[in-house]
């Protein structure tokens, strides 16, 4: 039988059969359960699997279907040592939420999650969040930003409503995954967006989110109106791991102007008739995204 892991928790992979049964509770197959004890991520939320069903109402992977696409970052492990995590799989659209407060989002870390989400073959949509804790023209200049770049922009809040429509219509037929830091609203949207409590939120008041990570597990959601969302945990450190197609298509801007650049193999550091580098001097390029570009790009 074929279905999708809809949540991973102490070594049991719930399974949703595609022919709509009931989920299943899996374990792993023996030569996979050996493999996913050196490979961190070897089944994650959102992957196809085969499962065979087994006594006591359970059942057992035998196969992991390959990725037709994936949200991959480099978190920290133990004593530093930096790991490749899949994050999530077989998407086609991941919501990055930040919150305009509560934390303030941070734009090197947007450029991250956009080149990851490219490098994995996902689109982003960067959703500004708590937008009723601001001001909307405080942030006004980031929107533009985003927007001319080629992203969508949404401005949300949950509080009082408010961008939740634009966001289902922008939800439906696709598979998405909500990623972004703890306590951005992740788990909130999910929520506003059915109209009733799916996912646990941390309702406390918000002065000590902080590491507060409320969901633990990922969860995949069905949409009644066609399509998935997957909540995810939030992510304490978000690396990238990209080969270069993640960043030239996260940095459409960059890599536009760096077709008008004297010397073909520019590197936009010093060279003569660098395009980027006038455009950050003429500050049509903000100089904090030239120099975060430059710094992802030597990675
Ligand atoms: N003011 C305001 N608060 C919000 C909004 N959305 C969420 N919050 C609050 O932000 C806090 C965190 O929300 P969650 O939905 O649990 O955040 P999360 O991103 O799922 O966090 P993790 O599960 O830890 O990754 C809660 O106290 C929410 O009530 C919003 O639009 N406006
Ligand atoms: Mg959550
Ligand atoms: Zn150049």
């Known amino acids: 039988m074929k279905g999708i892991v809809v949540n991973i928790q102490k070594g049991l992979y719930k399974v949703r059969p595609v022919n709509g049964a009931e989920d299943i509770s899996c374990t792993l197959r023996g030569r996979l359960f050996k493999q996913s ?34 949200l991959i970052r480099k978190g920290a492990g133990k004593k530093g040592v930096h790991l490749e995590q899949v994050v999530a799989a077989n998407i086609d659209q991941a919501i990055l939420v930040f919150a305009v407060k509560d934390p ?24 500004f969040n708590k937008i009723d804790l601001i001001d909307p023209p405080e942030i006004q200049e980031d929107v533009k930003e985003y927007r001319n770049i080629g992203y969508t922009v ?14 289902k219509s922008l939800l439906k037929g696709k598979n998405s995954v909500f990623a972004g830091s703890s306590g951005v609203g992740k788990s909130s949207l999910v929520n506003a967006v059915f109209e009733e409590e799916k996912a646990r939120t941390n309702t406390v008041s918000t002065s000590h989110y ?37 960043i030239r298509n996260a940095f459409p801007d960059i890599t536009e102007l760096a077709k008008r650049c004297k010397f073909r193999d520019c590197r936009h550091i010093n060279e003569p008739g660098c395009a980027v580098k006038e455009a950050v001097e003429s500050g049509l390029l903000e100089e904090r995204r030239y120099r975060n570009y430059l710094k992802l790009r030597g990675k």
Request: proline content about 3%.
């Open 104 to 127: 303030r989002y941070n734009k090197n870390l947007i450029e991250r999650y956009t080149i990851s989400a490219k490098y994995g073959g996902i689109e982003s949509v960067i959703c």
């Open 37 to 70: 004890r050196t490979t961190k991520t070897l089944v994650v939320v959102g992957d196809y699997v085969e499962f065979q069903p087994v006594m006591g109402g359970r059942g057992v992977i035998t196969t992991i279907e390959e990725r037709r696409s994936k």
């Open 154 to 167: 949404l401005l949300t809040s949950v509080v009082v409503r408010e961008g939740i429509e634009e966001l």
């Open 210 to 246: 902080k590491g507060r990570h409320t969901t633990t597990s990922s969860q995949v959601y069905e949409l009644p109106f066609g399509g998935r969302i997957i909540d995810v945990p939030g992510m304490r450190e978000f690396g990238v791991i990209d080969d270069g197609t993640g």
